[in-house]
Structure formats: structure tokens, C-alpha cells
């Protein structure tokens, strides 16, 4: 098999890339490996950016998200039982969107076939083969046959875990990593959420979230130390938890409902820098996690492949190298920034086990700044929309 551009990882990332390349006319192939079905039924990300949302308009895969997206004006933090609003529309004139990643997968897939984006699932050891190389190509296995995918470039959009990055030789690898000594456990239920914009709540207990899907669908997580295990959490516990935390901030009482979901994610922050290694690119999460606070992971994921689509279509178009060359530092200088603001906001809302009584002051003193200040709530604001491209 030939193709111009081979992507690996059927996630956000390398269904908005295939997209876009298609939508041009560039040929692509999707090497994915997992079903659709395991894609589609993860729970992920639920508030996109304009720059995400732009470019569903710009493809036209934007039926579901017209019909069923929230747009929000605002977001809320919590220093204990205050809630600070951040009025994100009167502040910036921008919003996000509540729309969940899992319905932008399922969207984005649906539109594939009419668009004549090919995606290859349950596609085992991918392999990269000579990606430094003029003739770059892929193998792997799939219905239990031997199969070799030669491309022009090769996209590495497979995840933190997936094989792209691991290609690059480590001495040509530049990694930066924070860990964190506690995840995130999230259930999702069908019951109308607290409140009607999303509440980061930190307390006593550490961090909390109230989010949503829709007004039907709600998604709540709380902060777990890392040793946590979904067995020490039944429904009823994590309910009473939330319910707890909530009814001092929401406009409206805690609902509780059976859990569609519960899981926990750890969290981490990671740059690899590398993002090109000769006609191997990386973009999303294989290049770059950041923890869930501000919900940057699933937009710099769109961001990368707005700017690496652009920089494939001027090469095949116009024979311009400068978008490819470019790509790394202009991707960098979006990425660092989101990073920053990932890492601002949790160590703003959680308890770290290293800290005490005097850093928790600190980020309560912290948040009645941010409670008095418009300059501090504009430059949340400004990152929490995203900045832009
Ligand atoms: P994804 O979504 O991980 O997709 C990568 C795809 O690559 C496939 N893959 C392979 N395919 C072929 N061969 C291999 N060897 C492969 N290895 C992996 C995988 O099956 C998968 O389909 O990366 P992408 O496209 O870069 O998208 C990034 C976003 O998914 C991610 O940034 C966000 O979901 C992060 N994230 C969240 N971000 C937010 O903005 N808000 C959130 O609330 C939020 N919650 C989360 C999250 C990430 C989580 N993870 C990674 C565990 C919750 C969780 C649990
Ligand atoms: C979610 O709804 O899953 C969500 C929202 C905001 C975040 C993280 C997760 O910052």
C-alpha cells in the first residue's frame, strides 16, 4: 500500500489531521489500534476552544456540535465555600464550548467514509520504518495478515503511549516532565448538572470539579492520591463526597444517578520538543500531556494539526517547505503557554502531600486576589478560551 500521508492513532488528533488533509485532496490512511467502538467509548475531554470548534465549522462535521453544544460565558473557581465567576465573554468576548470528546470522535468518524478517509482499526505492532529516511514506511499486522504502508510523511497522532515518539533516537530526544502525586477520579452520570457553568472547586479535601455534558448529562471528578484504586470508591461514597462539596456553590442541588463511567486519570505535565525527526512528526498527546485543569489537552491536539495540515498542504500545493520547517517552533510556542496555564491552575486548586498549612493560605490568598482583580480574571479568562493560533 501507498499513501501520501500516513497518520498513526485514530484519537482527536488524527481524525481532525485526516480531515483536513482530505478535505484538500491529499491522501491519507489511518492506522488505529483499537476498534472503533473502544475509541468511541472513552470519556474524555468535554470544553473545546474556538480554535477547536473553528476548524469542525471549517470541515462541516458540525451538525452535533451546533445542536447539542453549550456555549459558556463563563467558568467558576471556588477558594473553600466562595465561588469566584469569571466572566470569560464581558472579559475577553470569546467562550468555550461544552461538547464532549467522545461525540467529537463519533462525529468525526461518521464523516470519514463519505470523505474518503481511510482508518485502519485493530491494526497491531505498527512499526516505523526509515523515518529519517527518503522512503519512510510503516508495518504492522491486521486481521492476521503482514501489511507495509509507504508514505511521503508519517504523523505520530498515537498518544503518550503509542510507538511515534518511542522511534526518535534518545539522544535526539527533548523531554521535560512534572509528575503529580495525585489523579483525577471523574464519574459520569445522566442527571442535570449543579450548577449551570463549570465550578473548580478547591477545599479541605483538595480539589473538586463540576462539569457537564449537557443539561441532562453531568461529569464530576475529585482529586485522589495516586495509591487510589475505583474499588475504594462505590458510587454512594463518591456521591456524598461531591454532594458535600457542592451544595454551598451550585445554584442547584447535587443529583446523584448511576455512574455511565467512573475511572481515574493520574496526572502529569510533558514536553518532548522534539516534535520532527526527518518525515516523522508528532502531534497531540504523543509530543505533549498536560493535567486536566483548564482543559487544554484535547485543543493543543487541535491546534498541532491545524498548523501541521496547513504546513502538508502548501508542501503538496505550492512545493513550500517553510510551514514543515516551521512546524516545531510555532507548535512549542502554544504549547509551553498551555502548559503553563495547566500547571498555574493545579497548583492553584489541589493539595500537594509536600505542602502545608502556609501554602494553603497561599492559594487562598491567591484566590481572593483573583476574586478583587480584573487584570488577574482577564488573564485567566484569556487562556481559559484559548490563546490564539
Ligand atoms: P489520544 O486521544 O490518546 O489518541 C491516540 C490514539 O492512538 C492510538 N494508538 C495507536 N494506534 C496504533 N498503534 C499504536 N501502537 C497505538 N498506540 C496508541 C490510540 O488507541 C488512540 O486512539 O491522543 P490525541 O489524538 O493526541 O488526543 C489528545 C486528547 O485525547 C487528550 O489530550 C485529552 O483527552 C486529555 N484529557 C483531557 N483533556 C482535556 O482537555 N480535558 C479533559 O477532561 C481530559 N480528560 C484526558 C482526560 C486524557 C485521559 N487519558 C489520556 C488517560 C481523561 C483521560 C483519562
Ligand atoms: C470535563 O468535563 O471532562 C472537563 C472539563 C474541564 C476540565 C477537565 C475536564 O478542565
Avoid at 501489511?147 to 503518550?160: E, K, M, S, T, V
Avoid at 484535547?298 to 510551514?323: F, K, P, Q
Avoid at 489541589?350 to 476574586?371: C, N, T
Wanted: hydrophobic share 45%; with cysteine; net charge negative.
Amino acid at each position: 500500500m501507498r499513501t501520501q500521508v500516513a497518520i498513526i492513532g485514530a484519537g482527536p488528533a488524527g481524525l481532525l489531521l485526516g480531515h483536513l488533509l482530505r478535505a484538500e485532496g491529499i491522501d491519507c490512511v489511518i492506522v488505529e489500534r483499537q476498534t472503533r467502538s473502544h475509541v468511541e467509548g472513552r470519556i474524555r475531554a468535554g470544553v473545546l476552544e474556538t480554535v477547536t470548534t473553528d476548524l469542525l465549522h471549517r470541515l462541516g462535521i458540525d451538525a452535533g456540535l451546533n445542536a447539542e453544544g453549550l456555549v459558556e460565558d463563563g467558568f467558576n473557581l471556588a477558594d473553600h465555600d466562595q465561588l469566584i465567576r469569571i466572566d470569560i465573554a464581558r472579559l475577553t468576548g470569546g467562550h468555550v464550548v461544552v461538547y464532549g470528546q467522545t461525540e467529537m470522535t463519533r462525529d468525526l468518524f461518521a464523516a470519514a467514509p463519505e470523505r474518503g478517509l481511510e482508518i485502519l482499526f485493530e491494526a497491531a505492532d505498527v512499526r516505523i520504518h526509515d523515518a529519517d529516511g527518503a522512503g519512510p514506511f510503516l508495518s504492522f499486522t491486521r486481521e492476521g495478515a503482514g501489511h507495509r504502508l509507504d508514505a511521503d510523511f508519517i504523523i505520530g497522532c498515537d498518544g503518550f503511549h503509542g510507538p511515534s515518539r518511542k522511534a526518535i533516537p534518545a539522544a535526539a530526544l527533548r523531554e521535560y516532565e512534572r509528575q503529580y502525586a495525585f489523579g483525577w477520579l471523574g464519574i459520569l452520570a445522566d442527571v442535570p448538572p449543579c450548577h449551570p457553568e463549570l465550578i473548580y472547586a478547591n477545599g479541605a479535601a483538595g480539589f473538586a470539579l463540576a462539569s457537564m455534558r449537557s443539561t441532562t448529562r453531568s461529569r464530576y471528578y475529585i482529586q485522589v492520591p495516586l495509591s487510589g484504586r475505583l474499588e475504594d470508591w462505590p458510587e454512594a461514597r463518591l456521591w456524598d463526597v461531591l454532594e458535600a462539596r457542592f451544595a454551598p456553590l451550585a445554584e442547584q442541588g447535587v443529583v446523584r444517578g448511576p455512574a455511565l463511567e467512573m475511572s481515574i486519570a493520574p496526572l502529569r505535565s510533558y514536553v518532548c520538543e522534539t516534535m520532527r525527526h526527518g518525515r516523522l512528526f508528532l502531534a497531540g498527546d504523543a509530543a505533549h500531556i498536560v493535567p486536566p485543569t483548564g482543559a487544554k489537552g484535547l485543543n493543543l491536539a487541535a491546534s498541532d494539526v491545524a498548523y501541521l495540515s496547513d504546513a502538508l498542504i502548501d508542501h503538496y500545493r505550492r512545493g513550500d517547505e517553510s510551514g514543515l520547517t516551521g512546524y516545531q517552533a510555532k507548535a512549542l510556542a502554544r504549547i509551553w503557554k498551555a502548559e503553563r496555564f495547566s500547571w498555574y491552575l493545579t497548583k492553584l486548586m489541589h493539595r500537594f502531600p509536600e505542602d502545608g498549612p502556609f501554602e494553603q493560605r497561599m492559594q487562598s490568598a491567591e484566590l481572593q486576589y483573583v476574586a478583587r482583580s480584573e487584570a488577574m480574571q482577564t488573564a485567566i479568562a484569556e487562556n481559559y478560551i484559548g490563546l490564539p493560533l
